[in-house]
């Protein structure tokens, strides 16, 4: 087993999805605190929602475990925070932005989504596992006909192979630094909103929301420090979001 800056790694060829292997091994009662799963491929990877995610082999398909209890005021906007690292550390490649709350754009196209499941007893959260799925080196030929339009890859942006390793290591120290956040090991040293307004793929943009079957329109203008979306509506009322699904408002022709 690989060991990266504390983060045990466990590397498979093919699998169902590695959210489900993590829960497996949750489920088994091993101690796999710090543990990350990868594989080369899924043939079952999901996103919220129980949506399809499709993982041909070229993209990383990651799970990491944290399992110590963790209180819920600690866990709020992770997504977030895992995404703007992500951009951040990515943007030595190419300039990406999030998509409130897990998406990974480059333009309008989605590069990468994040998933986060936790399970709970009574009120604590005891486990968290991480889900990051992150198309590296597939060409837009390997995107299923229903998400050509919609996603990319760092590959087919770039026009060339990215070190897939060099990509890897630094993820998964990634995780290990939010990790020792959520431990009380490290310290935030910044905020959320600092970032934001350079991160956000619809910061000062004409944005529509979904939540719960209402759509609601208004204008991103930040995220609070717990990693809720700030909307001002038509009204000039400020209204926050901690869930939805957020995307542009396009101009009708
Ligand atoms: C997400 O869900 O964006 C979270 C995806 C997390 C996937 C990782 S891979 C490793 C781990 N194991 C798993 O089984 N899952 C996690 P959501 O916001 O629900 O977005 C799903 C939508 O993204 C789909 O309905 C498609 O429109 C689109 N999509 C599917 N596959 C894609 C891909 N490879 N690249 C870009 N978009 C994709």
Redesign the pocket.
């Known amino acids: 087993m690989k060991e990266i800056s504390g983060m045990k790694v466990i590397e498979y060829e093919t699998v169902e ?3 489900k292997v993590a829960r497996g091994l949750l489920a088994q009662g091993i101690n796999c605190h710090r543990v990350v799963i990868i594989a080369r491929e ?1 043939d079952g ?5 129980n ?5 041909p082999e070229g ?1 990383l ?3 990491a475990i944290f399992q110590k209890p963790i209180s819920i005021q600690k866990l709020r906007g992770y997504s977030v925070k895992y995404g703007i690292h992500l951009a951040d550390f990515l943007k030595d490649y190419i300039e990406l932005k999030v998509r409130w709350p ?2 990974l754009m480059i333009d309008d196209k ?1 590069v990468g ?3 986060t499941e936790i399970s709970s007893i009574d009120g604590k959260i005891n486990h968290l596992i991480v ?3 992150l ?1 590296i080196n597939i060409s837009r030929n390997d995107f299923p006909e229903e ?1 050509a339009n ?2 990319t890859s760092l590959s087919e942006e770039l026009n060339k192979q990215v070190d897939f390793e060099e990509v890897v290591q630094n993820i998964i120290e990634i995780h290990s630094v939010l990790f020792s956040i959520l431990e009380d090991k490290k310290r935030t040293k910044t905020s959320l909103s600092n970032f934001w307004q350079k991160l956000s793929y619809t910061y000062n943009k004409q944005v529509e929301i979904n939540v719960d079957d209402k759509t609601i329109l208004g204008k991103e203008i930040g995220i609070t420090d717990h990693g809720e979306l700030i909307l001002e509506l038509k009204s000039g009322e400020e209204e926050i979001f901690s869930l939805g699904e957020v995307n542009l408002l396009r101009k009708r022709e």
Do not use: E, V, Y
């Open positions: 999805s590695t959210q899924q990877g999901f996103g919220r929602l949506r399809k995610w499709h993982s993209g398909w990651l799970s897990n998406d989605k989504g994040i998933l889900g990051l799925g198309n998400i919609l996603a």
